[in-house]
């Protein structure tokens, strides 16, 4: 009697960690998903070293109808920040805000953004007084289109993405548009920030690997950004 309610007991143990390790991959793979700023391409709103969770499931494929209409899966919308693969690398990911939709023309006059020949009011953004050229900390090498940009009209099943540093930001202006099937979620909320310099992320060797656990494990408490915890993104 005792033998066979050890053999149970432990066997509740067993399909309890198994249930909970397939909850945690489902939830990582299909989800949610941890991602990092390495750059500061959309100051000031996110800042180099912030930890974000990124929804998968909101842009999920809804195929019929009746998925649609039971499952909680939304349309991209303009000035949505999104996660998504690197056009030019999708083996990297890329964070940028929604600018242009399917089928908008989108021009940039001046450093301001017209959609169909509107003005688009964008609160968010950020300008640097003297952008940074021919620096290692900047995104883009060209001023050119920082100025002046298109009028271009964004095709079908893709996106028109731009960082909100627009002085510092490789986006649609220089790589093109976003294919649909690149995106990977949209960014929810900072769990997590710690005040840090880009090349602490750029740099992935062991090494600097390990120094930077030394670092977070030595300065947590007086790095780590308190305030920007649990702050929304929008």
């Known amino acids: 009697m005792t033998h066979e309610f ?3 007991t432990l066997r509740e143990y067993f399909e309890s960690i198994v249930i909970a390790v397939i909850l945690a991959l489902f939830i990582r793979t299909f989800v949610v998903q941890a991602f990092k700023i390495p750059t500061g391409s959309m100051e000031n709103n996110l800042l180099i ?66 959609i169909n020949g509107k003005a688009l009011d964008e609160p968010y953004v950020h300008f640097l007084e003297e952008p940074r050229r021919n620096s290692e900390l900047s995104e883009v090498t060209s001023s050119d289109v920082r100025e002046n940009y298109g009028p271009v009209t964004v095709p079908p099943n893709q996106y028109f993405m731009m960082g909100d540093n627009r002085d510092n930001s490789a986006d649609s202006r220089y790589w093109g548009f976003m294919p649909r099937d690149y995106v990977k979620g949209k960014a929810l909320l900072i769990y997590w920030s710690y005040e840090s310099e880009r090349e602490d992320y750029e740099d992935e060797s062991a090494t600097a690997t390990v120094k930077g656990l030394a670092s977070v494990f030595i300065h947590f408490f007086t790095k780590t950004r308190w305030d920007r915890l649990g702050h929304l993104i929008h």
């Open 6 to 8: 050890k053999k149970s």
């Open 49 to 114: 070293g912030d930890h974000l969770l990124v929804n998968k499931f909101v842009f999920g494929p809804a195929k019929t109808g009746l998925e649609r209409a039971l499952l909680p899966v939304s349309a991209i919308e303009r000035r949505q920040i999104i996660v998504f693969k690197y056009p030019e690398d999708p083996d990297r990911d890329f964070i940028k805000r929604v600018i242009g939709l399917p089928g908008e023309t989108v021009e940039v006059r001046e450093k301001k953004v017209y």
